[in-house]
């Protein structure tokens, strides 16, 4: 029981990282399974690592086949669809539930790009995801373009300074008791870093 995991934990170290290559995480897989047939009873693999395997093959698999130029957009499409349509149930949904937020903001950014309004964006977002998820998105789109716009004022503020002929230490200087005066301190690290990356 518990001192066969921990025996088995300490096995695990013993193995060799992956190359992050899809044939180099099937022989990680492969190497991880054998070890448990020396810790575990069938019973137990099943109950404690079943599921996870069962969704690591398929996303290796699934792996697999999206690197495969050999195969057409449309085959690859057919295949991807079919490796699916042959999982478990629960497994299915989980797999589209991971899908969603990604194929949610892209519809969100076509929308955008179209001029709907936020209320559209709202109603989609709440059809998708829920009412909470949708209010939650909504907020944190909120917080971005209030940070947006305070970043403009700040570069616009910035420029007139260094364009104001101080003194390099004065303009400096001006320039930190602008960030001070518009922004928190953790605000001001992320301010710093985009002034040093032109942001």
């Known amino acids: 029981p518990f001192e066969r995991y921990i025996g088995y934990q300490s096995a695990l170290r013993e193995l060799d990282e992956h190359d992050g290559s ?8 492969e190497e991880r399974r054998a070890l448990r047939d020396q810790w ?18 398929f996303a290796l698999q699934r792996r697999a086949l999206l690197e495969n130029e050999q195969l057409e957009p449309a085959e690859k499409q057919a295949r991807l669809e079919a490796l699916e349509a042959g999982l478990p149930e629960d497994m299915r949904e989980m797999v589209r539930a ?12 076509q929308l955008r790009e179209q001029g709907a309004p936020e209320a559209r964006v709202y109603q989609y977002r709440e059809q998708r995801l829920g009412a909470e998820a949708a209010e939650r998105l909504g907020e944190l789109d909120r917080r971005r373009e ?5 970043y ?4 616009a503020q910035r420029r007139a300074i260094e364009d104001s002929g ?9 320039i930190q008791r602008l960030r001070a005066s518009l922004f928190d ?12 990356i032109g942001g």
């Open 22 to 29: 899809v044939a180099g995480m099937r022989q990680s897989l």
């Open 40 to 57: 575990f009873s069938a019973a137990t693999r099943e109950a404690f690592f079943g599921f996870r395997d069962r969704y690591a093959d």
């Open 98 to 109: 991971s899908r969603r937020p990604s194929e949610v903001a892209e519809a969100v950014r």
């Open 146 to 150: 209030a940070w947006r716009e305070r």
């Open 152 to 155: 403009q004022a700040y570069q």
């Open 166 to 174: 101080l003194a390099e230490e004065d303009r400096e200087d001006a």
């Open 185 to 196: 301190e953790a605000e001001q690290r992320r301010v710093r870093a985009l002034d040093r």
